[in-house]
Structures are given as structure tokens and as C-alpha cells.
């Protein structure tokens, strides 16, 4: 399923919901628990995402030319919408996780649920998320 596919998926999930708050709050929360155990050795400060305020931890492995992400956070919700960016990119061509506008959190109205500092954590998972495709490329092509 490439990314738009994925995309496009969470945005009929979030549909469902018909914008309430609490359900789509609960639902984020629900994703989180979801998402599969990250290694506690990989809870080190180095794979803490910068910008977020909840802790985030996040890696990467590259197999062939797609990258898994490995992700968890201290808090309920940011877990959930960081399930959603590693469900989104995991197993994914490094190229395809650069060049792809992720456009699903405007569609289902994120904003009005997590709030700017949970917005700019968010941005900040994705920046983050990308540079490991980059640096991924950049070993490709060396």
C-alpha cells in the first residue's frame, strides 16, 4: 500500500468519527496501543524527537531500500499520532517517504484536536522521519 493509499485510509477512518472530539481523541489514544513495542534500549536520548513536547522516541532500520520506523512516547495521544506516521511510512522506498506530502492530519481536522504545541511536536516527528529516509539515501547511493 504506498502512502497516499495509507493516507487516504486514516482519513476514512477519522470520517467515522464525524469530528467528536472525545471519540477521536479516545480512537488516537486506542492507535497507540496498538503500535508495537519499541525496545527499551532504544529509549535513549539520542532517538528522542526534538520539538516535541511529550517524549518521542523514534528509530529507523533500512531494509533493502524501504526504512521501518520503530516509534513510542510518554504520553497516551502523542503515541497514537506517532502510530499514525509510522503506519504511514513504515515499509516505505526511501525516495517515496521524501518526495510524499503527508496531508492527512489538515483532512481530518487534527488541528482541532491536539492543539499548536502537539502540531509543532507532530511537524517535528515528520522532520525527523525524514531525515532518517535521507540519511538512508545518502547510504543507498554511496
Known sequence: MSI???QEEIIEEFAILDGDMEMTNFYVMELGQKLSPM???DKTDDNIVKGCQSKVWLTADLDG?????HADSNTAITKGLVS?????FSGQKVNDILNEEVYFPERIGMERFIGTQRSNGFAAMI????????????????
Request: aromatic content about 10%; hydrophobic content about 35%.
Open 4 to 6: 497516499k493509499e495509507k
Open 39 to 41: 525496545s527499551e534500549a
Open 65 to 69: 531500500d524501504n526504512i521501518t520506523y
Open 84 to 88: 499514525l506516521l509510522v503506519r504511514t
Open 127 to 142: 522532520k525527523q522521519m525524514k531525515l532518517y529516509a535521507l540519511a538512508y539515501k545518502s547510504k543507498i547511493e554511496s
